[in-house]
């Protein structure tokens, strides 16, 4: 079992800048993935970016150049700096672990005011 808690939602202006933040604990496996995805009123779920423990990282078009996700692999945690935000970037925001089984977060609501 894996447990994932987000921090670092909240409610911002249009332009401004968000830093997330997922710790992961329980069975940890020395390879993985994990990510953000989100979701807004009405929209599925979608991906966001994700960075394997290799650190390879992977955005969605919509958030290349002003997203920037991180890891710290000694600390099972992931980062998502958000800069630039915009009002269609507002949704719940989930973390996500993959390694065989997948895993979510409760979700951190992210809200920009335009």
């Known amino acids: 079992q894996v447990q994932l808690v987000e921090s670092g939602g909240g409610l911002v202006q249009a332009g401004g800048s968000l830093r997330l933040s997922c710790v992961a604990s329980g069975t940890i496996s020395s390879i993985n993935t994990m990510g953000w995805y989100r979701q807004a009123p009405g929209k599925q779920r979608e991906l966001v970016a994700s960075i394997t423990t290799g650190r390879i990282p992977n955005y969605a078009d919509s958030v290349k150049g002003r997203f920037t996700i991180s890891r710290d692999s000694a600390k099972n945690t992931v980062f998502l700096q958000m800069n630039s935000l915009k009002a269609e970037d507002t949704g719940v925001y989930y973390c996500?672990?993959?390694?065989?089984?997948?895993?979510w977060g409760q979700g951190t609501q992210v809200t920009v005011s335009s």
């Open positions: 996500r672990y993959l390694w065989g089984t997948v895993y």
